[in-house]
């Protein structure tokens, strides 16, 4: 594509004045040069939109070459050069859009280029971006299909860009002057949605003054996008089976058939295949939406492109004037890497959007995120299990846990009474006034571990593993010699020593103690013990502050 530039950073002198060669007669604008260093400052005098590296270079590392190129110019694309069949696997593990082999083939390298604008000219415009492999997979059968005419079904989560890609499909055509038409299905009526594509005559119903065109006139010769096709009737299902076999409707109210010349395509984010096993979706008019199916991943599929996509929402993202885009600590980038994004790309630019403007600050880190970063799904809110830990300690943590959850759900709870009620805490009936934290913690100050006893579980359903303590067992208990020869109940110098924990004698220390082991068993790694205490890593953050855990700060 011209004006393209290129940079070639190879050693061997033939090879690269061979390649440069042929992308000058292509039309880009090359710089060579035989020196990683040479090529770094090139690059940061006036980034070029694509790298050649060769992995034979004789004055630096390659990889190490690589790696800086993708942090400090991400929207670079990088290619290989190599001798082999294929680039070895580390490095095909590396941010790098594709490779060739040498000698170089002059039509191989100018399709494999046109590619790359191709790729480069589709995230420009489109805004969508990746270099995750199911992501360009995605894109290349897009820029494949789209000059076809056939009808393309997409499918993938809310959040996912299937609009942005429908459009890149009507882009790409031979339609592209023709006009594109969206529609969501599942936002329109059940009785409106037949008379808004197909349209209707004057009389046909009570407020049809006029006769109106539907989608499928002011469509015509150009591309209908018809989203969330799972939620059409099944009424209006055939009628659109009709428009797809015969290229003609008939308008609500009307007798004569219409003839139209749409590209349809249709996007869902359900399994429609489940659907015609209901009896929702018809199976005929399925197969003919399915002609091609281009499935876009979800952003939890696509974890590596996480990092570049939060970059160029920085970049583009609303903020004062002139002022540079914060940037995102390691732990925090860590912390949306981990993250199940089930609102997907349309999430992530709302989240960063957001951080930008509200942040105020310079550094964003994994502290200044949202508590919901942290919430691990419904479905895994279970507590860790620590593996390879003596049986006490692990009692002992999982009892910190559940008393440190309790106080915690104590002290909200005014909060949440009085934000119900509309009046403030001092207003509550004194019934209700909860102690100062000081008396609080008097009340659950720990029980001496010599007097405990152990007592039968009330109900077989107790579930295994459960045991219950209370230092009076109550009338009438005699443990059997069997219960005695199994430690339930033991003299008091035989009780194991407590590990220094006897002097815990309030919440607060019960705490801080929890907290620093959490952080000592994983290496100081704040995102790791929150997560392992089942608290927010903001939360940790200003616990570490209140408690004086400076190392861990």
């Not at 006029?210 to 015509?220: I, N, P």
């Not at 249709?266 to 015609?276: E, K, M, Q, V």
């Not at 885009?325 to 980038?333: D, K, R, S, Y």
């Not at 915690?408 to 909860?434: C, M, N, V, W, Y």
């Amino acid at each position: 594509m011209e004006g393209r530039s290129i940079l070639i950073v190879d050693g061997e002198t033939d090879s690269r004045r061979h390649a440069a060669s042929i992308l000058r007669n292509g039309g880009y604008d090359v710089l060579e040069t035989d020196a990683a260093a040479e090529a770094l400052r090139a690059a940061r005098t006036d980034p070029p939109d694509i790298v050649l590296v060769d992995l034979a270079l004789s004055d630096a590392d390659p990889e190490q070459l690589i790696r800086t190129l993708s942090a400090k110019h991400p929207d670079t694309d990088i290619m290989l050069t190599t001798r082999q069949h294929e680039p070895p696997r580390q490095f095909r593990q590396l941010d790098v859009s594709d490779y060739i082999e040498k000698p170089v083939d002059a039509e191989e390298l100018l399709t494999k280029m046109r590619m790359l604008d191709l790729r480069r000219e589709f995230h420009q415009r489109f805004q969508l971006l990746g270099r995750n492999e199911r992501f360009i997979a995605a894109m290349d059968s897009v820029l494949q299909v789209a000059p076809t005419g056939i009808q393309v079904l997409l499918t993938g989560e809310s959040g996912t860009g299937k609009e942005g890609f429908a459009r890149a499909i009507h882009h790409y055509s031979d339609r592209r002057d023709g006009p594109f038409i969206p529609i969501n299905c599942g936002a329109i009526a059940e009785g409106v949605l037949e008379s808004e594509l197909f349209g209707h005559e004057k009389g046909a119903f009570t407020d049809a003054k006029v006769q109106r065109k539907g989608y499928f006139e002011q469509a015509h010769g150009g591309t209908l996008l018809l989203d969330e096709i799972g939620d059409m009737p099944r009424s209006t299902q055939v009628k659109l089976l009709r428009v797809l076999e015969q290229q003609e409707f008939i308008r609500v109210g009307g007798s004569s058939p219409v003839k139209t010349d749409v590209r349809l395509i249709a996007s869902t984010n359900r399994d429609l295949s489940g659907d015609i096993h209901d009896g929702t979706f018809r199976q005929d008019l399925y197969y003919r939406l399915n002609a091609v199916h281009i499935h876009l991943p979800a952003l939890r599929e696509r974890r590596d492109d996480i990092p570049r996509l939060i970059g160029h929402f920085m970049r583009h993202a609303p903020g004062k004037p002139g002022a540079p885009p914060p940037v995102f600590t390691e732990e925090a980038l860590a912390a949306l890497s981990d993250y199940v994004w089930p609102g997907n790309i349309r999430e992530l630019r709302h989240l960063v959007e957001s951080l930008v403007v509200t942040s105020g600050k310079a550094r964003i880190d994994a502290g200044d995120l949202p508590d919901r970063i942290y919430t691990p799904p419904m479905a895994n809110r279970a507590l860790p299990v620590p593996q390879n830990r003596d049986p006490q300690d692990m009692d002992r943590e999982m009892f910190y846990k559940i008393l440190w959850q309790i106080l915690t759900a104590i002290h909200e709870l005014p909060a949440k009474i009085t934000s119900a009620l509309g009046r403030g805490p001092e207003q509550l009936p004194e019934r209700f006034q909860l102690p100062p934290p000081a008396e609080a913690e008097r009340g659950l100050e720990k029980p001496p571990l010599e007097t405990a006893q152990y007592v039968e579980p009330a109900h077989d359903d107790a579930g295994p593993g459960f045991e219950s303590y209370h230092d009076d067992a109550g009338p009438g208990y005699e443990p059997s010699h069997d219960d005695a020869d199994q430690g339930f109940e033991r003299p008091a110098e035989e009780v194991p020593a407590d590990d220094g924990l006897d002097g815990l004698r309030s919440m607060e220390d019960w705490e801080r103690e929890a907290i620093r082991r959490a952080l000592e068993r994983n290496d100081g790694h704040r995102g790791r013990a929150a997560r392992e205490l089942g608290i927010s890593e903001r939360s940790i953050y200003r616990k570490i502050r209140d408690y004086g855990l400076d190392e861990y700060a």
